[in-house]
């Protein structure tokens, strides 16, 4: 099968010469090579394009002319030349969501925990190449030893969603609710509120989690962790994805009118005090841009061209799709569901493009798409491309360490305990 950034190139091309384009795309920046991107503002083309980036998000200094006109066959050659030299003393992540061109070099393809798991396992590493996010890769260099060098090719892969909660917001939330709730635990010894976050979020509100009585989770055990959550606190604020958050929430028996959104640029989040004292989870104003994509309209067209087709999507999508989906759950999740299925399968799968696609070609035995029509890659994981895994990759070859990802000791620490959390959580 095409990888999507042919396609789209392919498509692009097409539509210029006036052939009808076989893939619509999003945005037909995405064609371009997403070097031209990294001086300017914002997330790039892709699912996250309209979001607005922080000021402070990493920009990535210019990658070096060779590796931009580079060709595909020289590029190739260079990384795998580079991997030969540097031996187990290097490890490669490839991120699920990752294009296939960056994926092939990967020693490891998983979800975010996975790879800063796998990271770990390989103890003679002294290189951690993390193809995936900037998030991803804090995670990976608080989980691996000091002296392993944890490297993001492109800093500018961050994430749309990560950066929607970030710390002084949340800070000035904790502090309003400290107000109103107080911190005396109830006569159960549950305290008034517990803070709970996602996985997909900067080390920082993993700290503060970690500071605070709280915990992270991922999209495999955020029911798990609630639970935990739910025996400690009589309420949890969730951040930073509220729909992760509202379908774990309510699939737990938890009322939609007990989860209050908390929107950071109003007073109370723009909510009263008697709905904040009657709430359960405090959900924040966060979503991912490629999840929020799929919709009911979508479902509904799968279900009407392909009659028994079962569609699966993923926890960050919105609520009435996950009610209208016959089943939810994490990436790993929906290749395991589609691993098990008995071949002649149809599925719908609502998660990023390439992972969809990836798994059409991995399983020929089934009928397997992705619920958007129109091709809209995930923005961040877009900036990582051959391009900059060979630059990186040769500074080190050379000794040189370029885009480290280290997080401060005074963040890492809490994190981890955060994450330690979660860890002694059975689902
Ligand atoms: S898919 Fe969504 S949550 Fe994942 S990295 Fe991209 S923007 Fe962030």
């Avoid at 580079?70 to 992540?93: F, Y």
């Avoid at 000035?172 to 006569?187: A, H, I, K, V």
């Avoid at 479902?299 to 009407?304: Q, T, V």
Wanted: glycine share 8%; net charge negative; aromatic share 8%.
């Amino acid at each position: 099968m095409t990888s999507v950034n042919t396609a789209i190139k392919l498509s692009s091309r097409a539509e210029a010469e006036g052939i009808q384009p076989g893939t619509r795309s999003c945005s037909p920046d995405l064609a371009r090579e997403p070097w031209t991107f990294d001086a300017a503002v914002g997330y790039g083309p892709g699912a996250s394009m309209g979001d607005s980036a922080p000021a402070a998000t990493p920009r990535q200094p210019v990658l070096p002319e060779e590796y931009r006109t580079a060709s595909e066959a020289e590029l190739d050659r260079r990384i795998r030349a580079a991997q030969e030299t540097l031996g187990d003393r290097l490890v490669i992540l490839g991120h699920f969501y990752q294009r296939d061109e960056v994926v092939q070099y990967a020693d490891f393809v998983g979800d975010s925990f996975q790879l800063a798991r796998a990271a770990t396992e390989r103890a003679e590493a002294e290189a951690i190449v993390f193809c995936g996010v900037h998030f991803m890769a804090e995670t990976a260099d608080m989980l691996s030893r000091p002296d392993q060098a944890v490297i993001l090719p492109n800093l500018a892969a961050g994430c749309s969603m990560a950066d929607m909660a970030d710390i002084d917001s949340v800070t000035d939330c904790w502090e309003q609710l400290e107000e109103l709730f107080g911190t005396e635990p109830d006569e159960h010894g549950r305290v008034p509120v517990i803070p709970v976050t996602y996985m997909n979020s900067s080390a920082a509100l993993k700290g503060f989690c970690g500071d605070n009585g709280g915990i992270v989770c991922t999209s495999s055990n955020a029911a798990a962790v609630l639970d935990w959550a739910f025996e400690r606190g009589q309420r949890v604020l969730f951040f930073p994805d509220q729909h992760l958050g509202r379908n774990t929430a309510k699939a737990m028996g938890i009322p939609v009118e007990q989860m209050p959104m908390w929107n950071p640029n109003k007073d109370l989040g723009g909510n009263t005090e008697l709905s904040l004292q009657d709430s359960r989870v405090i959900l924040w104003h966060g979503f991912c841009s490629v999840h929020k994509r799929f919709s009911v309209a979508q479902i509904e067209k799968a279900r009407a061209d392909f009659p028994g087709v079962r569609v699966i999507v993923h926890p960050e999508c919105p609520m009435p799709v996950v009610d209208a989906a016959d089943e939810s759950g994490s990436t790993d999740y929906i290749r395991k569901a589609i691993a098990a299925a008995a071949p002649g399968g149809t599925f719908a799968v609502g998660t990023e493009i390439n992972m969809v696609n990836r798994l059409a070609a991995e399983h020929p035995e089934h009928t397997i798409f992705c619920l958007d029509p129109v091709v809209c890659p995930c923005s961040t994981m877009y900036r990582i491309h051959p391009g900059y895994l060979a630059w990186v990759l040769e500074a080190l070859v050379r000794g040189e360490v370029v885009n480290r990802i280290t997080v401060d000791g005074a963040v890492a620490g809490p994190a981890r305990i955060a994450l330690n959390r979660m860890l002694a959580v059975r689902p």
